[in-house]
């Protein structure tokens, strides 16, 4: 993520944060009316490359989907199954299943990986107190809410590497890597408790900093900053629900 005080190196890092959600919601869009798989492939490896352009290395971007994928799989299967538990017809290939079922939980599963990428992607690239003014002084939403989404925004990076942190903590403390289900299982256990705990002590912290300053004590607020609309973000509101449009419509 781009941090305060430091100069963007990548394109989707100079973009403002208010024209990447509209980019952000156009691909969402187009990600839940299409139900072809290549279709949604073809986004999925869109949404790669502009990860890279969002800052994102390979080792980071396969990290992070290595996340997700644990979760795609079991979709896939239990869609799969359903699907052609639903539909009856004769299966292909080894498994009972048809090429329509295999189709309808791909396109599912690949849908989710292009939701999940296309959100970290934004995460990645957009600044928290960028976003908080932005969003409060264009869309004129509520400072307090924006806080809310800021703070998420903020959270989940630093809570991804405290959860590396600790379960490189613990492998170092029993000197190899767990073997077996039941030291597997005591190790993410450690290692989701040592992220919760993390979780709870940066939320407490944040809720006595944030009531010391008088966080909510007035309806307005006022910003140091200011979050400039340039051209490029102009161009990428107007293009974006055309070319979703455009796509919607070629591909209905």
Known sequence: MMRDGNSPRHWLQALDPLSKLVALICLA???MHWDDPKLLAGLLLA???????????WRRLLRRMGYIVGFGLPLFAITAIAVQAEGGGPGAGPLPLSAGALATAAAVTLRMFCLFLSSLIYIESTDPKTFVVMMTTRLKL?????FGVSMALTFLPL????GRLAGAARKIRLGRRPKGIAE?????????LSVFAGAIRRVEQTAGAMDVKGFGAFRERTFLREARLRASGVWVMTLSPVLTAGLWLLTA
């Open 29 to 31: 869009m187009l990600a």
């Open 47 to 57: 949404l790669a490359a502009a990860a890279f352009e969002a800052g994102m290395t």
């Open 142 to 146: 509520p400072y307090r809410f924006v």
């Open 159 to 162: 809570l991804a590497e405290e």
């Open 184 to 192: 597997r299982s005591d190790y993410w256990r450690g290692r989701l």
